[in-house]
């Protein structure tokens, strides 16, 4: 005898079970977009060029780090995910100029809640010189948004549909 769905609350269960792995597994390959090697933080933010006054934390620290995702939740029939920043897993050491000086202005010390601000207008200042790739637009956002845009994330989603047989048709 076969499995059989005997009402709505199993049905809605069930579905919910397949979209809360549909929306992890495109959460975890939008996060791995953002972060991994060849991700927009390694290439545009990191690879736009060195400091001399500080190492790069990267994952232990550093902008890296202060990325991830949150696993799927569920209110209802409602499931999200979210890829989000936590800029207090960074690093700050101002004496070290790392995520904070003691020359910022207004006399902030620590920008790690806003440099990510700082990084995608590139209003970080000349206090390491008039040029420099710190004072270049590093938007590592603006590609995410463009896969929203061009259809890639509903490539995603309908590929993880397919994956688990569900037909998937966008209205």
């Not at 499995?3 to 929306?23: C, E, K, S, W």
């Not at 545009?44 to 990325?67: D, F, H, T």
């Not at 569920?74 to 100029?97: K, L, Q, S, Y």
């Amino acid at each position: 005898m076969t499995n059989m769905i005997l009402n709505d609350q199993q049905l809605t269960a069930i579905v919910v079970l397949d979209m809360t792995d549909i929306i992890n597994e495109v959460a975890d390959q939008l996060l791995k977009k953002l972060k991994d090697s060849g991700g927009f933080i390694e290439t545009i933010v990191y690879g736009a060029g060195s400091p001399s006054w500080y190492p790069r934390q990267k994952e232990s620290g550093g902008l890296l780090g202060a990325y991830d995702k949150t696993d799927a939740t569920v209110a209802g029939t409602t499931i999200t995910a979210e890829v989000g920043e936590h800029p207090e897993r960074m690093t700050f050491d101002p004496e070290n100029f790392i995520h904070g000086s003691y020359y910022w202005k207004d006399g902030t010390t620590d920008i790690r809640k806003i440099l990510s601000d700082i990084i995608t207008e590139g209003t970080s200042g000349p206090l390491f010189g008039d040029t420099g790739f710190w004072m270049s637009p590093r938007d590592f956002w603006q590609p995410l948004l463009d896969m929203l845009e061009s259809g890639e994330v509903d490539t995603m989603i309908e590929s993880a549909f397919t994956k688990r047989k569900i037909k998937f048709i966008k209205m």
